[in-house]
Nanobody, 115 residues
Framework: QVQLVESGGGLVQPGGSLRLSCAAS????????MNWYRQVPGKQRELVAV???????NYVDSVKGRFTISRDNAKNTVYLQMNSLKPEDTAVYYC?????????WGQGTQVTVSS
């Protein structure tokens, strides 16, 4: 059974930093691309960052230069380092993996950027 468990969200002031973690179980996450999404109420879920099995990365334009996705294959964990946070980054952040036609999501972790 595939499980993704996010952690690391919280309340942070504008300009601050947070690091989100996504611990995977039931799969060898290193052989799959792993994704971070975010969602605010009333809006579609947005793809924020992707890391491939070869460690190539891609980001939505709004977070380029501020967010960094990485993976620790030994720990079966993917991270999202978020720096220079802005109020518009406030959302629930979800970890995601696609295994062929199957798709798995974590439970989400709330990130709130506010003074």
């Amino acid at each position: 059974q595939v499980q993704l468990v996010e952690s690391g969200g919280g309340l942070v002031q504008p300009g601050g930093s947070l690091r989100l973690s996504c611990a995977a179980s039931g799969i060898i996450s290193s052989i799959y691309a792993m994704n971070w999404y975010r969602q605010v109420p009333g809006k579609q879920r947005e793809l924020v960052a992707v890391i491939t099995s070869g460690h190539s990365t891609n980001y939505v334009d709004s977070v380029k230069g501020r967010f960094t996705i990485s993976r620790d294959n030994a720990k079966n964990t993917v991270y999202l380092q978020m720096n220079s946070l802005k109020p518009e980054d406030t959302a629930v952040y979800y970890c995601n993996v696609r295994l062929g036609v199957l798709e798995f999501w974590g439970q989400g972790t709330q990130v709130t950027v506010s003074s």
